[in-house]
């Protein structure tokens, strides 16, 4: 039973390697601006972060586990199959056949009339969960093939049968309900307003086997999906009780796909999020994202994870009840993961909190996030150091002079200087941003020669050659207002002071000359 919700990275989504070397049109301004801390201008803190890229990230997940085949019933003998009282039950095999199932052709022959109709027919238990089947398997097709078996009236007939007493039916009601929903907001929607949810959320008991459970709450987490536009809030509302009951059971597959409801609810608004940190899921979350039992690690942590990535998205409120909840003290073991999945969702998140005023950045400090926030800039995927180079530019954004100090010494500086040989325009154009905020700390004589010593300067230089306009512009201006004889006047005037070393960055120090605004 495929139950795994994968992502996809907002960096496969929204980057492209011809783009590469093409002006960005402030794309990285408008993402810096829509963090919780806007990079430039201090006075704006914590903007919400709903930027372009992660919104696609957030919105397109993987659509090939959206619906589901049921191929694993068995039929009977082809002889029997073929025989004129079996002829549903010869269509099952038709319907059970591996890549391509003939769909279309079991609709051009108008068998989807009599099919529905069958769902009817209480007194034909045989005949109605083999018509349940068929249409199951044919709304699992393309979204055409969907639309044929809502516009034949399926919708209510599949409705009725949840509360049918022959729970294998009843079931496979709820399993093509799922394939509707999954099919995009339109259909979700058309489900939610024939009042599927009382009637799924009603076979939620004790003495449910835990199959049908499994497939009940993957068709909830369908009915969350979509954010074009997202479920109701009266719909949110009504599911929630149940996902958290659901989230409180053993079962990998059902916390699985409850996760993944809860990711896609708290995936908006703040007012979004709201509604989901006010049920106190939180820290079932952050525990979940902990999970170190076998069966359930990355099955259960990625949406755990997505879940209170979407949540420290929200506003300083909702940040700091997933801090109070443990998260940050999770975070290290994430982005030492050997997964670099999950490694790059914990950067994600962890930019997010970078993003807060300087106490929760103290927090994150407190927490020992800098020696492994420096390990994924220094030698993580590049998906997940794309992700660790925004942390470092809002964490420099937002910080205390005594916490970018503490960033500096945990060896950031040089590692952000390092990745400035990358290919990505967009990635440079940042990382030069987190230079510029540290200069604009003060002490610049002695930050142009530690730069210089770890290769910045070079680096610099040759960005000054980058074919991106806005590269070339940001690097030429860095050089223009810090390094422009700066270092060869602070070595006339200090003589013998060209002993700083880079092992040596305890002794850096730094005067406040630009005070920063916090809430």
């Not at 997202?230 to 509302?237: D, E, G, I, K, T």
């Not at 940050?328 to 993961?337: S, T």
């Not at 999945?341 to 994600?348: C, D, G, L, N, Y």
Request: net charge neutral.
């Amino acid at each position: 039973m495929l139950v795994i919700n994968p992502f996809v990275s907002k960096c496969e989504l929204n980057s492209s390697d011809t783009a590469a070397n093409m002006p960005t049109n402030n794309v990285v301004d408008q993402r810096i601006s829509k963090f919780k801390n806007k990079g430039k201008d201090l006075a704006k803190l914590r903007e919400k972060r709903i930027s372009e890229c992660v919104e696609l990230r957030k919105a397109q997940k993987n659509e090939n586990f959206l619906k589901r085949r049921n191929i694993t019933l068995s039929s009977l003998p082809d002889e029997e199959a073929l025989s004129p009282e079996n002829d549903t039950v010869g269509l099952q095999k038709l319907l059970s056949k591996g890549r391509d199932p003939p769909l279309k052709e079991i609709i051009d022959a108008g068998l989807l009339s009599p099919f529905v109709s069958f769902l009817a027919m209480d007194d034909e238990s045989t005949l109605q969960f083999e018509a349940a089947w068929a249409l199951t398997n044919i709304a699992s097709g393309t979204s055409w093939h969907t639309q044929q078996v809502v516009e034949h009236g399926a919708v209510p007939a599949f409705i009725n049968l949840l509360a049918s007493p022959v729970l294998h039916i009843s079931e496979q009601a709820v399993w093509a309900l799922g394939n509707i929903a999954g099919d995009g907001a339109a259909y979700r929607d058309i489900l939610i307003e024939c009042n599927v949810i009382p009637a799924l959320l009603a076979r939620i008991c004790p003495d449910t086997p835990v199959g049908y459970v499994r497939n009940l709450t993957w068709t909830l987490s369908n009915l969350c999906r979509n954010k074009n536009p997202c479920p109701p809030l009266s719909a949110v509302q009504q599911m929630l009780p149940a996902l958290i009951q659901l989230l409180h059971l053993s079962d990998k597959d059902i916390l699985s796909d409850a996760c993944w409801a809860i990711s896609y609810l708290s995936d908006g608004s703040n007012d979004r999020i709201d509604v989901v940190v006010k049920t106190g899921i939180v820290p079932r979350l952050v525990q979940l994202m902990n999970s170190k039992e076998l069966s359930i690690v990355v099955t259960v942590q990625t949406p755990a994870l997505r879940s209170i990535g979407n949540i420290v998205s929200g506003s300083n409120l909702h940040t700091q009840m997933a801090i109070d909840a443990g998260a940050l003290n999770v975070l290290p073991n994430l982005l030492r993961h050997p997964k670099p999945t999950v490694q790059k969702e914990a950067a994600w998140a962890l930019s997010n909190i970078a993003a807060g005023p300087c106490k929760q950045i103290q927090q994150l400090i407190t927490c020992g996030l800098l020696p492994p926030l420096v390990e994924v800039l220094r030698n993580g995927d590049f998906k997940t150091q794309k992700e660790a180079v925004w942390a470092v530019t809002n964490f420099t954004s937002g910080g205390t002079v005594e916490q970018v100090v503490k960033l500096v010494q945990s060896g950031a500086l040089e590692a952000i200087i390092n990745l400035l040989q990358v290919k990505d325009a967009k990635v440079i154009l940042v990382l030069l941003e987190a230079v510029n905020n540290i200069f604009m700390l003060g002490e610049t004589e002695k930050l142009c020669l530690l730069i210089e010593e770890l290769g910045g300067l070079e680096r610099l230089e040759v960005l000054q050659n980058h074919p991106n306009e806005m590269v070339y512009q940001s690097a030429h201006d860095l050089i223009q207002k810090y390094f422009n004889d700066v270092v060869f006047l602070f070595l006339l005037t200090n003589p013998g002071t060209l002993i700083f070393k880079a092992a040596k960055l305890g002794n850096l120090k730094f005067k406040c000359t630009k005070k920063k605004i916090k809430m």
